[in-house]
């Protein structure tokens, strides 16, 4: 885990922020509501870096995973993910970790959900000042509404993130 940048990265973990959840009664009827709680920013940097013709930012929805608690789990399921928190499997889940005042945490790649990007009134700003920004970079997308984050995933984390996402949607695994 490492300290958020001021731009959005993918792997930012907000504090509050809004999650879909789809309800299905097993015949006929299914129903949504949104709820607030803690999730991870799964929209690669790339995705995000695109402006407009205008300046503004091109993405329109960012793709969220919840983070859910590790002690919702079973402890033969915590313990499962706490020892293979490197490994590529279990594909499903990501091990999180120690997250400010939320815990020890998890993700599942089988339940993301979009939020559209304006509801966090993206804009692009120029951070060439500070000393993790990319020189060859002059603006990055910042949230200057209803930023909650508190924490972003690692480098390591972050390139398991993406390994884990490519195994469980195109069941496909980088070579070592």
């Known amino acids: 885990m ?8 993918q792997g930012d973990i907000f504090r509050e922020a809004p999650i879909v959840d789809v309800t299905y009664d097993g015949t006929s009827q299914m129903g949504a509501s949104i709820l607030s709680g803690p999730a991870v920013l ?7 870096d695109k402006p ?3 300046g503004s930012p091109r993405v329109d929805l960012l793709q969220f995973a919840r983070l859910r608690s590790m002690g919702s789990l ?4 915590r313990s499962t993910l706490r020892g293979m928190r490197q490994k590529l499997q279990p594909f499903e889940a990501l091990f999180v970790g120690e997250v400010a005042d939320l815990g020890e945490s998890f993700i599942l790649l089988s339940d993301p959900y979009f939020l559209p990007a ?4 993206l804009e692009f700003i120029n951070y060439k000042d500070h ?13 200057v509404l209803r930023d909650s984050r508190v924490e972003c995933l690692d480098e390591g984390q972050i390139s ?3 390994q884990k996402m490519a195994a469980f949607w195109a069941r496909v695994q980088a070579d070592k």
């Open 160 to 162: 398991l993130l993406r």
């Open 74 to 77: 079973p402890e033969d399921k």
């Open 52 to 54: 407009n013709k205008d």
């Open 118 to 121: 304006s509801y966090f009134g």
């Open 131 to 143: 000393p993790e920004a990319d020189p060859e970079i002059a603006d990055y997308v910042t949230p």
């Open 2 to 9: 490492r300290s958020h940048f001021p731009w959005l990265c």
């Open 42 to 48: 799964l929209t690669h940097d790339c995705a995000m």
